[in-house]
């Protein structure tokens, strides 16, 4: 049974994925609070990945580091300290579980990494300088990472418009927003979580082993397609 480590379990996309893969694989999931899905293929271990040590694993085939933000201010009200809590939240916990586990990885089944990033970063959407720019690092970090630990390991990112996760709740408040979302998109939709979970598992699976380097977006068509 193969093991995948996930980071940010417990909400959201890494939620979904957790569901999708628990019957078949063996899950680890590390957040801030533990997951309220019961199965016993799942291990957890409540931290904060900005602050707290990491746990030693002796096995994992996989890593998915989901935790992200969303903070959307101009600039004359961003602040120094958001710009750099995005930054940790993004692009140095992803640093650190990659620099923790890799070794470990490395002797995995498949290993693979897979990160996520945004549509904003190609899109260069008003108001999102801090998210966008530590999602740019990251994308920056995934083209690296790849070359770096190629042939053995594979880096990939996800990169989706907004999602319907808790974290995107206050840009989807009601009935209102939600309908001028969907309108500025090609498909006319907003993501669920399931189906961005769904790219995550198939870019760990052996169905993506001559995939590495790649932005994948997930994103109605909104990166591409003009509306």
Same mark, same amino acid.
């Given at each position: ?65 989901? @935790? ?65 720019? =530590? ?11 790849? =070359? ?11 990169? @989706? ?39 995550? =598992? ?26």
């Amino acid at each position: 049974m193969r093991k995948v480590l996930i980071i940010g379990g417990s909400h959201g996309i890494g939620k979904a994925l957790l569901k999708e893969l628990i019957n078949e694989n063996h899950c680890i999931n590390i957040s801030r609070t533990p997951s309220d899905v019961s199965h016993p293929n799942l291990s957890q271990f409540e931290l904060d990945i900005t602050q707290d040590e990491l746990p030693d694993i002796d096995q994992v085939d996989s890593i998915v580091y989901c @935790p992200g933000s969303i903070v959307l201010k101009p600039i004359g009200s961003l602040k120094e300290e958001v710009l750099r809590q995005d930054f940790e939240i993004n692009v140095v916990g992803a640093f650190k579980t990659i620099k923790k586990y890799h070794r470990i990885l490395k002797k995995g089944v498949n290993p693979s990494v897979v990160l996520f990033s945004t549509v904003a970063v190609s899109q260069g959407m008003p108001f999102h300088t801090s998210v966008a720019a =530590a999602k740019g690092a990251v994308e920056g970090m995934v083209r690296s990472m790849a =070359a770096e630990f190629a042939p053995t390991i594979r880096v990939n990112a996800i990169a @989706p418009t907004i999602t319907d996760t808790p974290l995107a709740a206050n840009l989807l408040r009601n009935d209102t927003m939600r309908e001028k979302m969907k309108d500025r998109h090609p498909l006319k939709r907003i993501l669920d979580g399931d189906e961005v979970a769904n790219m995550a =598992a198939y870019l760990i699976s052996d169905k993506a082993r001559s995939i590495t380097g790649q932005i994948i977006g997930v994103d109605a068509g909104m990166s591409i397609v003009r509306n």
